[in-house]
């Protein structure tokens, strides 16, 4: 079973930054894309950011230009600047994979818990 370890939340006042970290159990290059997710009690798990195998990476509007995920042979990062009270969620990494029929497979981390506040 793949497992996805979050790292790096925490309470930081506004206008500063964290950097998340994942850190799958199974080689990175298993998966197709990976990502991170965020969620507030009460409302729906939103996407933040994707990046793919081949390192194309899509950035949620209301994130754009303050948070960047990239990824390197073991890890993959959420770059979060300029945070706002708003950015406040636990943060999911997810990771995609196929099974041997060539069906999609997601994986969920445990998430970490953002707080943006003064």
């Known amino acids: 079973q793949v497992q996805l370890v979050e790292s790096g939340g925490g309470l930081v006042q506004p206008g500063g930054s964290l950097r998340l970290s994942c850190a799958p159990s199974?080689?990175?290059?298993?998966?197709?894309?990976m990502g991170w997710y965020r969620q507030v009690p009460g409302k729906q798990r939103e996407l933040v950011a994707t990046i793919t195998s081949g390192d194309s990476t899509n950035i949620a509007d209301s994130v754009k230009g303050r948070f960047t995920i990239s990824r390197n042979k073991n890890m993959v990062y959420l770059q979060m600047n300029g945070l706002k009270p708003e950015d406040t969620a636990v943060y999911y990494c997810t990771a995609s994979d196929y099974d041997v029929r060539g069906s999609p497979v997601d994986y969920w981390g445990q998430g970490t818990q953002v707080i943006v506040s003064s």
């Open positions: 199974t080689s990175i290059s298993n998966f197709y894309i």
